[in-house]
């Protein structure tokens, strides 16, 4: 079974009935459907089980294809976009579960992790039809452990805080292929080209090139995930020499081939379905 497959709902008690907050939810999201800026009490595990999405938080934008999770803390405003059909699988974690957690001082800011191995099989265990047999909590907890190793940063869209260089960045963003001089962007942000120059690596941890590059590869492995476009078009759509020439940028940041993010035919799920499970099973919560 994969974790697109896995129940949708199911009964859940933790060792704290009544105050322990902490549940799974599953959701199913058409392309294209958006979830505005939110928070929740509860610090979430999310991804998709299938297909691709982008979570913003004010630090940044991650591209979120399977096989990646985001790491949201209690109470940080985020929004979702489903880039294409998804299957949204979310731990919820409470925030007094997680100030008792050994990891807890290493899980205080959002980032992206690797779903591995072990990961994958808590999360499934914690959707399993048989809760008595494993325990939501203690899948909770090892969930946690695993988090704290896997931060993996490659989908991940840092912004800038300046103003001038958030400008520069949302200027790139809406058009990633087109090569516009960095003079040219830094003029219609009202910055000189040296102010941008010093302002990306400081705010960014990426210098102009390496960012607007990220932006690029981003921009082709959402296209790519979304199953509808050939590795040759994104290629061309994104202003490459060859397919060759793309295919090396984007293993450079990726660690795999553009071939082998594009959906099996068929994958994709339909509907839209959702199913919250936890201590809380009749409340209501924000999506996402």
């Not at 691709?52 to 209690?74: D, E, F, N, Y």
């Not at 949302?170 to 090569?179: K, M, R, T």
């Amino acid at each position: 079974m994969d974790i697109a497959k896995t129940p949708k709902a199911a009964a859940r008690t933790l060792p704290w009935p009544g105050c322990d907050a902490s549940g799974v939810l599953s959701r199913s999201y058409p392309r294209g459907k958006k979830i505005g800026q939110h928070v929740h009490r509860e610090a979430q595990l999310l991804f998709s089980a299938q297909g691709v999405m982008q979570v913003t938080t004010p630090k940044g934008r991650w591209l979120v294809p399977p096989q990646r999770a985001v790491w949201l803390p209690p109470r940080v405003e985020h929004a979702v976009d489903a880039l294409a059909d998804i299957e949204m699988r979310t731990l919820l974690v409470d925030p007094r579960r997680l100030a008792m957690h050994p990891e807890a001082p290493r899980l205080d800011r959002e980032f992206v992790v690797t779903v591995g191995p072990l990961l994958r099989e808590t999360v499934l265990a914690a959707f399993s039809k048989a809760p008595s047999r494993r325990p939501l909590g203690l899948l909770l907890d090892l969930a946690l452990f695993e988090l704290a190793e896997a931060e993996d940063p490659t989908t991940f869209m840092p912004m800038p805080v300046d103003a001038r260089a958030r400008r520069v960045a949302e200027l790139v963003l809406a058009d990633p292929a087109l090569q516009r001089p960095l003079e040219d962007l830094a003029r219609e942000a009202g910055a000189s080209l040296r102010t941008v120059t010093r302002l990306f690596p400081a705010e960014t941890d990426l210098t102009f090139k390496e960012w607007r590059q990220r932006a690029r590869i981003l921009a082709g492995l959402q296209a790519l995930s979304g199953g509808r476009t050939t590795v040759k078009q994104v290629t061309a759509l994104l202003g490459y020499s060859s397919v060759a020439a793309f295919g090396h940028a984007f293993r450079q940041i990726m660690g795999t081939a553009p071939s082998s993010v594009i959906p099996r035919s068929g994958s994709a799920p339909t509907g839209h379905q959702k199913a919250r499970v936890g201590l809380r099973s009749a409340a209501t919560t924000n999506d996402g």
